[in-house]
């Protein structure tokens, strides 16, 4: 099998790898050795053994580590050492969760973990308490302080410091597996970015496609870092969620090609999801004044922003249609009237050159209402 055949390995979620790192140093707590492999159950059922990387034990305490191992998938933490240190807690205090150094400190509102909590989400919660319980017995007093080397770092390419999460990354995973190239992750961090915007009272956020589009919609309006949510490509995901979690005011912001694609119907505007329809694109340039000549052009382009410019030379202004396009697709899936959808469109340069005014997302039954 070639190289590129071959499926994508799975990897391991930082939860799961703080819970075997808690499960060993647990047992090394009470046995005074530490179990290498350890094992565990992930929620699904499944049994998994994880190698230690590092172990170290003192009076009354004992740690553990375990490196990350995520397949084939980019994540920022492939690679992490995972610590975990264990001691006995106060008596009544049941499982207490700590964040060492380079695990994040909740410091926002809207989270699935309170602000001043180590940020390690409920799920890992669970399964660590879970080890705990099966080491010690239901109801032991255990203080658990998760460390990842070099977290701080690694949060700092992640949505972290815009979510309030400081001091480090977070502890995920909801099933301990890590599947290549899911674009379950990203759908979280949208979800997390409207869940905080929404708890500090915002009632306008903006959606971006890229950098250039989110620093572009930035100045536009003047928005503090907490409403700019990096919706990436996963435009339909976004207005899903805000659709069952409303923010009275929507802004859609993106380059041309992706806005394009918004317009010609599509809510994920990855280019593995297919190309924006140049035919289409020459049919609004059409529809907007454009010439026979014009009309060639923009088939014929080898990009939309080089139909865009086109377009710009012979004055026809194309970027307002395909907003306008844009905002019906991005309307329907938001489906709301009590919220308001604006479309935005930049160029690279993050020069605004379409743009759909703010309306009430009505379902077709639903008069247009304009604010």
Not at 10 to 37: H, N, Q, S
Not at 161 to 170: K, M, N, Q
Not at 284 to 310: P, Q
Not at 342 to 356: P, S
Request: aromatic share 4%; with cysteine.
């Amino acid at each position: 099998m070639n190289e590129e055949d071959r499926p994508l390995k799975r990897g391991w979620t930082t939860g799961a790898c703080a819970t075997a790192a808690t499960k060993a140093a647990c047992l090394a707590l009470k046995t005074g050795a530490f179990p290498d492999p350890v094992e565990i159950v992930l929620p699904g059922g499944q049994n998994v053994a994880f190698a230690l990387a590092k172990n170290e034990r003192g009076e009354g305490w004992a740690m553990a580590g375990i490196v990350k191992d995520a397949g084939d998938d980019p994540d920022v933490t492939h690679g992490a050492l995972v610590m975990s240190t264990v001691r006995p807690g106060q008596p009544g205090s049941g499982v207490v969760f700590k964040a060492g150094k380079g695990v994040g400190t909740v410091t926002r509102p809207g989270l699935p973990i309170p602000p001043g909590e180590a940020s390690i989400n409920p799920v890992p919660r669970k399964m660590i308490a879970g080890v705990v319980a099966e080491v010690f017995g239901e109801g032991a007093d255990v203080e658990v302080t998760i460390s990842v080397a070099g977290g701080e770092e690694m949060a700092l390419k992640t949505l972290n410091p815009r979510l309030g999460i400081l001091g480090g990354i977070s502890i995920l995973g909801t099933t301990g597996i890590v599947i290549p190239y899911s674009c379950s992750a990203w759908i979280h961090s949208i979800h997390r970015g409207v869940d905080v915007a929404r708890a500090m009272g915002f009632d306008h956020v903006a959606g971006s496609t890229g950098n250039s589009s989110e620093m572009a919609v930035q100045k536009f309006h003047g928005l503090h870092e907490v409403q700019l949510i990096d919706m990436g490509d996963f435009v339909g995901g976004m207005a899903k969620y805000i659709r069952a979690h409303p923010v009275p005011k929507v802004t859609i912001a993106g380059g041309v090609a992706k806005m394009t694609k918004l317009s010609q119907g599509l809510l994920d505007v990855h280019s593995n999801r297919g190309s924006a329809d140049l035919d289409g694109l020459a049919a609004v340039a059409v529809e907007a004044g454009a010439d026979a000549e014009l009309e060639a052009r923009i088939r014929g382009a080898n990009t939309v922003a080089e139909a865009f410019i086109e377009a710009r030379k012979a004055g026809i202004a194309i970027g307002d249609a395909v907003a306008a396009a844009a905002w019906r697709t991005a309307a329907g899936a938001l489906n709301s009237p009590d919220i308001a959808l604006e479309i935005l469109v930049f160029n690279r340069e993050g020069e605004l050159m379409g743009h759909a005014p703010f309306a009430a997302c009505h379902s077709p039954s639903r008069p247009l209402k304009r604010r």
